[in-house]
């Protein structure tokens, strides 16, 4: 698998050229993410541990969902992506947007937009991807 290519941005998040993911992280390079929460009707979030094979944050807590952009993506689909891919969901319509983070070094140099979505699952975790999950929801489904 060839290693992905993102969008290097500015720091008004505008596209100045592309670089290899790993490029991207080792010189800080600004970059694009999303992140999103899912909730239960009863607002109870589910939370995903990254798998201990990640490249950043290997085996934290993370959001339900998240991931980089890719090259030409928008947030709004990279967001609707994400949840089919770690999770399992397929969506018909972007999340509802709740707010975005300036590009920083608390956010490895990415600018995130955070989503909302209400689901009560099931979920399809991905090995490569996701360790575990938690939250009140129903126990996911093993991938692999």
């Not at 099931?122 to 126990?139: K, N, R, W």
Request: hydrophobic content about 35%; aromatic content about 8%.
């Amino acid at each position: 698998m060839s290693e992905e290519i993102f969008d290097v941005v500015n720091e008004r998040d505008e596209v100045t050229g592309q670089a290899p993911r790993r490029e991207v992280h080792a010189r800080g390079l600004k970059h694009r993410a999303v992140h999103v929460l899912v909730f239960n009707s009863r607002g109870e979030i589910f939370l995903q541990k990254r798998s201990r094979q990640k490249d950043i944050a290997a085996g934290k807590w993370d959001s339900s969902s998240s991931g980089h952009l890719d090259t030409g993506e928008d947030y709004d689909a990279c967001a609707v992506r994400e949840l089919h891919e770690e999770i399992g969901l397929r969506v018909a319509h972007p999340p509802k947007r709740l707010f975005k983070i300036a590009a920083c070094r608390e956010t490895g140099w990415e600018f995130c937009w955070i989503y909302r979505y209400e689901s009560e699952g099931p979920f399809v975790l991905h090995p490569d991807e996701i360790e575990t999950a938690s939250g009140s929801l129903p126990p996911p489904l093993q991938n692999g």
